[in-house]
């Protein structure tokens, strides 16, 4: 393939991205089809299958872009800072400035993180790498968009955990700590505080708690919850 066809078709997967990006935030998951995307794309439902093997495979090359674009943002506002509590500090913002400057992605992001995806022989690859794969490990998983959005998950682990093992040897994070459960703990409670599931907006409605102050009592316990109990504020 020619290298103007090779751009050729990077550029139509991303617009062919682009439309169920925006279908995804305005209608959800289940909202967007593969025949409507192929029709606003301008292609042969049978083309779009060949970019996508089906909607599971769609929706996580959409995520994992998403995911890569937030990830590089945390990894250049992460490099200028000067130690470990202000490189967590400056990737919590990132997530919090990416949902205001980017609000129809943030929505089509937060539905696809609640999505099951297919990851095939996923659980053979974690069971014979200790829990820890290394991100050449998901090479078998056969569909290039789960593969990649799986790889960009480890990328983010280790991202955090870099920080983290920062963290503790400048004796601001938990020496004590299992890091990796930690990690993926915090990323999800750094999500639920943005966007309560049903019942937990009900209970928030139901006992007069602005969400935003909500969203700092969490930030708050997390923070309490890797620091050690002898550290000072940095």
């Given amino acids: 393939m020619s290298e103007r066809m090779e751009r050729r078709k990077k550029e139509r997967r991303n617009e062919?991205?682009?439309?169920?990006?925006?279908?995804?935030?305005?209608?959800?998951?289940?909202?967007?089809?593969?025949?409507e995307v192929a029709e606003k794309a301008d292609v042969a439902i049978g083309t779009l299958y060949v970019y996508f093997k089906n909607k599971?495979?769609?929706?996580?090359?959409?995520?994992?872009?998403?995911?890569?674009?937030?990830?590089?943002?945390?990894?250049?506002?992460?490099?200028?800072?000067?130690?470990?509590?202000?490189?967590?500090?400056?990737?919590t913002a990132v997530v919090f400035e990416f949902r205001e400057k980017y609000p129809d992605r943030w929505s089509a992001f937060k539905e696809l993180l609640l999505l099951n995806y297919d990851t095939e022989?996923?659980?053979?690859?974690?069971?014979?790498?200790?829990?820890?794969?290394?991100?050449?490990?998901?090479?078998?998983?056969?569909?290039?968009?789960?593969?990649?959005?799986?790889?960009?998950?480890?990328?983010?682990?280790?991202?955090?955990?870099?920080?983290?093992?920062?963290?503790?040897?400048?004796?601001?994070?938990?020496?004590?700590?299992?890091l990796m459960p930690t990690i993926i703990f915090m990323r999800m409670a750094l999500f639920m505080a943005l966007e309560p599931l049903p019942y937990a907006q009900r209970m928030l409605e139901a006992e007069n708690i602005d969400p935003e102050h909500f969203l700092e009592v969490a930030l708050d316990l997390t923070r309490h919850a890797v620091r050690p109990q002898s550290s000072k504020k940095r």
């Avoid at 995520?63 to 250049?76: D, G, L």
């Avoid at 789960?146 to 991202?159: A, C, G, T």
């Fill in 56 to 91: 599971n495979s769609l929706c996580a090359a959409v995520n994992a872009r998403i995911s890569k674009q937030m990830r590089v943002i945390m990894e250049e506002e992460s490099a200028s800072c000067s130690n470990a509590c202000k490189k967590i500090r400056a990737t």
């Fill in 121 to 178: 022989n996923i659980n053979d690859i974690y069971s014979n790498n200790d829990f820890n794969p290394e991100i050449n490990d998901f090479q078998d998983i056969s569909d290039e968009n789960i593969r990649d959005l799986l790889i960009e998950d480890k990328k983010m682990s280790h991202l955090m955990k870099d920080i983290y093992r920062q963290g503790i040897q400048e004796g601001c994070i938990r020496s004590e700590i299992d």
């Fill in 16 to 35: 062919i991205m682009d439309i169920a990006e925006k279908m995804i935030a305005q209608k959800g998951v289940q909202g967007m089809t593969m025949k």
